[in-house]
């Protein structure tokens, strides 16, 4: 097949207009870490910070919000385990979830073994 032959059966395709980088601060806020596709929701996307972390937190985007995207370079862990890392733009005033995962405990026990009077962060006579 003839490079005319090519060019005459390739389809068109719609060229989007380059955006300058430099504008997007005006209009956006950057965000960075290992993108994850959205267990339930394909119009969303997980963004998590530090995906190597034991204190890892994410956020959660619309995909509709985001305008540009960096590809960043990959990070790696002493195992090998290598993660996908992007810079991604999004709209100001966009709405947006913060989740910051936490074990469920006891704080009281937990002072309590560590030898930290209870009685000088809340009375113990109140039912907490």
Known sequence: ???KTLLEKAAK?????????RNLPATHVPYTGAPQKHS???????????????????????????D???????LVNSDGDSVTMVRI????????VRCTPF?????????KEAGIPHGW????????
């Open 103 to 111: 074990m469920v405990e006891d704080t009281r026990q937990k002072m």
């Open 89 to 96: 733009w999004v709209r100001k005033g966009s709405l947006a």
């Open 40 to 66: 339930s929701d394909k119009e969303k996307l997980i963004l998590i910070v530090d995906p190597f972390s034991s204190d890892a937190f994410y956020y959660e985007f619309a995909m509709a919000d985001i």
């Open 1 to 3: 097949m003839t490079v």
């Open 68 to 74: 540009h995207a960096e590809k960043l370079p990959s």
């Open 121 to 128: 962060l809340i009375k113990e006579d109140n039912g907490l």
């Open 13 to 21: 395709y719609e060229i989007e207009p380059y955006k300058k980088i």
